[in-house]
């Protein structure tokens, strides 16, 4: 699994970051996690604001810091509302 985090370097990005981590290692998830801090690299993606976090090529959060669960069900391919 690929997981790119896109942001700037602002707090909620750092943030964002954490939580990512955080979840990946509580619940055991084989991910390759990377920071995207290029804007064209950020764009490439239609992204105006960030953070943002892209799972597997696909964008999942963008302007707003999701919660664990939501992170938590994304990785583990689980389907709930979005936030």
């Not at 490439?44 to 799972?55: D, F, S």
């Amino acid at each position: 699994m690929k997981i790119e985090i896109l942001g700037i370097g602002c707090a909620k990005c750092h943030k964002l970051e954490e939580m990512v981590r955080a979840v990946v290692a509580k619940e055991d998830i084989n991910a390759d996690i990377s920071k995207v801090e290029d804007f064209k690299k950020i764009m490439k993606y239609g992204v105006m604001t960030t953070p943002a976090l892209v799972i597997d090529g696909e964008v999942k959060a963008a302007g707003k810091i999701p919660s664990d669960d939501q992170i938590k069900s994304w990785l583990k391919g689980e389907s709930i509302n979005k936030e």
